[in-house]
Structures are given as C-alpha cells and as structure tokens.
C-alpha cells in the first residue's frame, strides 16, 4: 500500500507514552493522583447538562448539522466576546462554531498552507499544530521558548519569507505564558506584511490565578489575516462535548465554511444548544477559576518543598516548574512511584527539558493528599 509517511513514521504521541507508564505503575497496586493529562475533571454545571437533554428531546428527528453552525449559537459566541473582551464580532461573518478546538486547529493547515512553506510554533508546546503541518507536507519552523522570553516565541526569529502561518498559543499549555496585546499586534503586523496568516490558541483564556484576565487576539484594531480559536472544555468543563469555535477575519472563515462540510466536523445541533446556555452565562465560569485557584494554593507550596520552582506564566490550569538538577524525566518517574503523576517537560518538545507540567485537575482532597505525600518526600 503507498501511506502518507508522516503518519507513518509519527511517532507516539507523547501523552500515550504517559498513559503507559501510568498502567504499569498502576498495575502494581500504586494509587494514583494523576496531574499528568490535561483534561478537566471538574463536574459540568448542571444548567448545561439540562440544556442539552432538553435539546434532545425537542428534536426526536435529528437532522445533519450545518457546518456554519447555528445562528442562536453565533450570536451567544458574539455577545460572550463582546462581555468578556470589549470586541465586536459579526455572528454572521466572523465566527464560525467548531467541534472543539483541536480539530480546527489541525483543520487549518490544509486551507491556509501549502506543501513547501512553513508553519511557525512556538516549542515546548500544544503538538497539534506542528503534526498537522507534518502529515499535509508542511515545513515546520519550532521557535524555541524560555523564562527569559516569558515563553513567548521571538518574532525575530520566524522564517517569515515562507511563512503560512504563526501559531501563539495564549495562555500556553504547557507554560501558562499569556501573550501581552502589544505582542499580539506586532505579530500580527508582521503576518500580514508575510501574507500569512497569525493563528492564536486561546482555549484557556478564562482560567487565570493572578494579574489582569488574558486579552484576547479578538480586542486588534486590525484582524486582517488573524483567527482566534476558543473551546469550552476548559472554560465550562465540557471536554466531552467537543465545542468551540474560531473567529476573526472574515475572509479566512469564509474558506473554513466552505471548507468544512467536506470533513463533516460541525457540532450536533443538541451541543450546540447547550453550548449556547454555556456562552450565556459567566458566573459558573468564576466558581471554575476559584476552583482550581484552591487546587493551586493546596498543592504549589508542597511542589516547592519537593525542590520544584515555579518557572512559567500566570494562567491555564497548569503549574510549569524547573526540576531540580534537570532531569524531568528522572524526577517524574520517581513521584510517579509514589502515585504522583506529572508530565515530563520534554515530553512537551525541545525546550522543555528541566521542566515538569502539573495540571490541577484532580479534586482538592487529592491535591491535598499528593501534597502530603510531597512533604513527605
């Protein structure tokens, strides 16, 4: 058979290689406390559980989404934009709801790259991205990251003569780097002097711990070449629901609606409709951020007690930290014994090493026993 080699020569992703180490420990009776996997394991408020069965049963014949999504969800995606960042967004232009964000992330290689010209990221980083360059034959530019540069990539450094797109996560998984708007538009000013295209991952631009909420690529005065990506699993604890959306210049969402009926990836109508009850409302989003707030305030003097220091930004649910002597993969294999899951920072990309990612999603009481476990070394 002729297979595409980037696929076949991918190599596992790096969280597989976690889960398996997970399982063998597991395996022999070791209980674990898992902050290696970023998933949310925070409870779905139940005003979205009820809106979604309530979808369902207003609908016992349910048709084919329509890939622009519907228009009660644009307008709930416009007025949350407009509530939280003071911007404004045409529902019918602009935004264009998505099946979560991974997929449209991935999803954008192939309308806005073509084989031979590069796609810019920043390393260590959400992989997504760059594999997708890879398997569409896509040069890949990794922008090497530090505390010095507050994890942020150097636009100095971006191949810009073959740029087709310039991916900034903000706030960053792993680093919890958030992306200043003067940032922002300078990068966005070089994209478009480029003709490329500035791509901005902003799934958890709701969770912060400290200083001012993360601004948002939306808030440019100028959005030419410009998409924002947003999700509600993390903002409203949805990671099954599989719901976000992008937004920004009109032109490039017209390509992605007319693009996307071919792949088949709009959201069922009855998520959309709870994902409509989840822009709408605010408050639950708060009781979210406090949360993992107390999760932080619980386990983070425990972590610096092991000999961890705190080495990235101010946002995301995430904790990135320096390992003592630098080995993170060592370090993280010991704690994994004590049933204290972490994720090597290299598992994450070059840059990464010396560093572990701590994602507060377990429950306060088990980040109140790993802390114990923690001091107790």
């Known amino acids: 058979m002729s297979l595409n080699p980037a696929v076949v020569e991918m190599g596992t992703y790096p969280f597989v290689r976690l889960a398996e180490a997970r399982q063998r420990v597991a395996a022999r009776g070791v209980t674990l406390i898992d902050f290696g996997v970023g998933e949310p394991r925070e409870e779905t408020p139940a005003f979205i559980r009820r809106a979604l069965c309530e979808a369902v049963e207003a609908e016992p014949v349910s048709p ?11 307008e709930a995606i ?6 939280r960042f003071g911007a404004t967004v045409d529902p019918a232009s602009e ?5 979560g964000s991974k997929e449209a992330i991935y999803g954008l290689t192939q309308i806005a790259a073509r084989p031979g010209e590069v796609l810019a990221v920043a390393t260590p980083g959400y992989p997504v991205p760059e594999r997708s360059a ?5 040069d890949v530019a990794l922008l090497p990251t530090d505390a010095a540069g507050g994890w942020l990539p150097d636009l100095d450094a971006v191949p810009w003569e073959r740029l087709a797109i310039l991916w900034v996560a903000s706030p960053a998984n ?4 958030v992306a200043p708007l003067a940032y922002l538009e300078e990068a966005a000013a070089r994209c478009r002097a480029a003709n490329a295209v500035l791509a901005v991952d902003e799934a958890y631009v709701e969770l912060w711990f400290e200083g001012e909420p993360p601004p948002s690529a939306l808030q440019l005065a100028d959005r030419d070449g410009v998409l924002s990506f947003h999700s509600l699993s993390k903002r409203s604890s949805m990671p099954g629901y599989r719901s976000g959306f992008v937004a ?18 709009a959201p069922q109508r009855f998520l959309q409709r709870a ?19 107390a999760k932080r305030a619980v386990l983070l003097p425990a972590l610096e007690a092991a000999g961890l220091r705190p080495a990235g930004g101010p946002a995301s649910f995430f904790l990135w930290l320096a390992v003592p002597g630098g080995d993170d993969e060592a370090f993280a294999a010991r704690w994994l014994e004590h049933g204290i899951v972490m994720a090597p920072g290299s ?7 010396g560093h572990v990612r701590v994602a507060l999603v377990p429950t306060v009481a088990e980040c109140e026993r790993a802390a114990a476990l923690l001091r107790a070394g």
Not at 95 to 99: A, C, E, F, G, S
């Open 248 to 265: 920004g210049d009109p032109s490039l969402i017209e390509l992605m609606r007319r693009h996307r009926p071919n792949v088949g990836t």
């Open 174 to 177: 792993p680093t919890g780097a």
């Open 64 to 74: 084919y989404p329509a890939a622009v999504g519907m228009p009660e969800l644009r």
């Open 78 to 83: 416009a007025a949350w934009v407009a509530r």
């Open 347 to 353: 598992y994450l990309g070059a840059g990464g090493e």
């Open 134 to 138: 890879a398997v569409a034959g896509v």
């Open 275 to 293: 994902s409509i009850a989840a822009w709408n409302d605010d408050a639950h989003v708060v009781e979210t951020r406090e949360r993992y707030a």
């Open 95 to 99: 935004v264009i709801p998505t099946y």
